[in-house]
């Protein structure tokens, strides 16, 4: 079973890419999508035996992959509890996925090649959470920035889907660089790559040092923060988060595949899988929690004066992911997983019901040019409103249970980690922003009068004028006009039910998955559902003490989420015009936030730059001037020159040449005179 799960996405990758000119495009889009759909039951199968039976787990070896000396690396598929939640997770949000689109890219001509690299990302999404080593788990991570890559930049017609995709290759680039090295000092530290052997050498190596730049460092601490570095790139942790709002220049699946179920959590996957590493590395912990937080707050304030549908929710997401870090760090791994879990439904049907309102505006991503939307397509409304609801953590919702928990456990760690009050605070912080941006989008899309002429779009890049701030974050009473890309001018309309029909079943997921399986991940039936496949330490009490903290604690998230929903509701409803009010009085403030913090320009200014000059250097300098000018141009140039010289004897005059013989004569005479005078 485990082996049709993970190898189907590649013989639909196969069929869809090599066969797709020839088998048409329904037949790929079928292909594929009906070998995710039984991908998705089996994976549904594999967690109920796995997780909720009584099966403690197995890793099948396909095959042996190398063997170097001391390095033996296994081809495994290892299925415990937490491989069987991310293959739910993964295929799930997968299959629906490839459904959805069916119906959203019904008019691209490149759909087979489409389906083809969505199956590619899936198999590479699979083999790295069915890893039973290091190297693997590396193939399955690469595998997944290429398939990124070449679905960020599917619309390769546009240069800033170019960009865009080489932007993300090149930052996780930088992640994979510390994974890498991670990976190396382990392999130094246990000679052994495969996790069960790493896992138990581990507890010998506690408080072992190695000597780095002159330095004695704790060996852990530096290998987990290494490892940690890999999933900052990933999964868009501070500092190399920039990648994430850019890759919205791919289509809306792809945004809902990669930054809902799949890439983005990845490194919070890997954390999870190494807690037995990780749990020995305190400090590095420490630095896990602080980003996460650090992540959360920062996406959030980011978030707030997004005007582009689809980059408010991958704000949303790269905020989530620091909440996941934040329960990593402070040791409550399973709260972190618990809500990847649910995350992963409510922000897939985010993402995709944000790509039914774009289906239904001709394309249009501009909240500002949005409005009144509702009585259009009420369904995606109401799908919406509930995916903002588990968003923001309203009672009973999926996120409400995750978010929650994760929150209560950094406040419950604070006595002992030093890290986790910023943390608490930190997160309800953006717990309270989170709301507030979300609540923007529904009120700026669904609420209000239908736009009908169009403003002038703020560029991040340029200081907005007065008129511009003043249409920035919505001016409600401003007529705008929807661009639909030459698809006519029509009303908005529903989307087909090929697309109505994934929303509608994630939907049960962003109400139910949280009050269902909470049991399972965090609560009275944690040890059995999880069976040893997250490591805690003897100390590491946080999953029984999260449950007793004070009640003002436990409803602090609730109050702030509250608020935040009324702040939007009277910025953006009750009195509009009083967020364009607020960013004419604050307007640094608001290009500070418009313009995320700075953090393109100021990369563009520290590396890329530098790097395209030095990259001129050496081709203009060393290989056009150096290299080729005294090399081959060089030698081809003075070949050239006298070439040049010899064509001017060639005169074709006899007296000419008779003179050169007369001075060659001359010459030859006057040396053997010369030398028989010496």
Known sequence: MIYAIVFLPLVGFLIAGALGPWIGVRASELVTTGFLMICAVLSWIVFFDVALGHDHGYAPIIGNWMTVGDLKVDWALRVDTLTAVMLVVVNTVSSLVHLYSIGYMHEDPDRPRFFAYLSLFTFAMLMLVTADNLVQMFFGWEGVGLASYLLIGFWYQKPSANAAAIKAFVVNRVGDFGFALGIFLVFQLTKSLGFEEVFAAVPGLAGKTIHVFGMDVDALTLATFLLFIGAMGKSAQFLLHTWLPDAMEGPTPVSALIHAATMVTAGVFMVARLSPIFEYAPATLEFVTLVGAVTA???????LVQNDIKRVIAYSTCSQLGYMFVAEGVGAYSIGVYHLFTHAFFKALLFLGAGSVIHAMHHEQDMRNMGGLRKDIPFTFAMMIIGTLALTGFPFTAGFYSKDAIIEAAFAASEHHHMAMFAFVATVAAAGLTSFYSWRLVFMTFFGARKDHAVQTDHADEEPTAAELAHADGDQSHQVHSHDHGHGHHAPH????????????????ALGAGIVFGKYFIGHDYDEFWKGSLFTGRDNHIIHEFHDVALGVGLAPTVVMALGFAVALYFYVLKPGTAQALARTFPRLYRFLLNKWYFDELYDFLFVR?????????????????????????????????????????????????????????????????GGLR
Request: glycine share 14%.
């Open 297 to 303: 707050i920062f996406a959030a304030t980011v978030g």
């Open 610 to 674: 530098p790097a395209f000059a030095l990259g001129r250097l050496f081709w203009k300098g060393g290989d056009g001037a150096i290299i080729d000018g005294l090399g081959p141009d060089g030698v081809a140039a003075r070949v050239a020159d006298g070439a040049r010289l010899a064509v001017r004897l060639q005169t074709g005059y006899v007296y000419h040449y008779a003179f050169a013989m007369l001075i060659g004569v001359a010459a030859v005479v006057t040396y053997f005179v010369a």
């Open 494 to 509: 529903e989307s087909p039910i090929v697309m109505l029909a994934p929303l509608a079943v994630l939907g049960l997921g």
